[in-house]
């Protein structure tokens, strides 16, 4: 896609996340598990920065590091303390000079899931995977999980939860390591993941064994 056509479609993801919350219930569009794993590194997908001090905010913080890794790093506090608009005045900053920056876009998705904007989540993960073309990162099918867990969709959220407990069973095979994984993510994460749990326990009583795809064969 061109670099104006990304400009548009970021910009018009950041006015939406401007306006008041969408209802939990909005259907997204459907991106279903195809039934492989998603075993590839991916280096953009580092840890985003925890504030010692959440009662002073972001400014500053990162007064060292380049322009737009400060931006989204700010942002991405913002975002993970609550504070829609400072994260939207940074984030749209951030994507005015690097619109395809990677770690931004991956940043973006797990801010505006932080915000309850699944449908901003999931345009700026789809956006990122378009830049890395045949490639299968690790994050990707918990980040789904979890996005379709705040729109409502918990049949495709479980279904991506399985897919990550099959690609990553270390860190994601059951709901121990689930929760040891996400021990020190947000509360609003953690409180999805929590949610993901017991839909996922619902569906397996209803159908043990059920995996998406042809995930079960494997």
Request: aromatic content about 8%.
């Amino acid at each position: 896609m061109a670099m104006h056509a990304w400009v548009c479609t970021i910009g018009l993801a950041l006015a939406a996340s401007a306006a008041p919350p969408a209802n939990a219930t909005s259907t997204l569009p459907v991106v279903a598990p195809d039934g492989q794993r998603y075993t590839d590194a991916d280096v953009v997908a580092r840890g985003l920065p925890e504030a010692p001090y959440p009662a002073l905010g972001s400014r500053g913080l990162f007064p060292q590091t380049p322009t737009v890794r400060r931006l989204t790093d700010e942002a991405w506090l913002a975002a993970s303390y609550q504070r829609e608009r400072a994260a939207h005045i940074n984030f749209s900053r951030a994507l005015r000079i690097a619109p395809n920056d990677r770690r931004l876009l991956w940043a973006y998705g797990w801010g505006m899931l932080n915000l309850d904007r699944p449908a901003q989540a999931l345009q700026a993960f789809q956006q990122n995977l378009a830049l890395r073309p045949g490639q299968r990162p690790m994050w990707v099918p918990m980040a789904l999980a979890l996005t379709y867990m705040a729109a409502g969709q918990r049949e495709l959220a479980v279904a991506w939860y399985r897919t990550a407990a099959a690609s990553d069973p270390r860190r994601f095979g059951d709901a121990a390591a689930t929760l040891r994984t996400t021990l020190y993510w947000t509360t609003r994460e953690r409180s999805l993941v929590r949610e993901l749990i017991r839909s996922s326990a619902q569906v397996e009583e209803a159908a043990p064994g059920a995996l998406p795809g042809d995930l079960a064969s494997r």
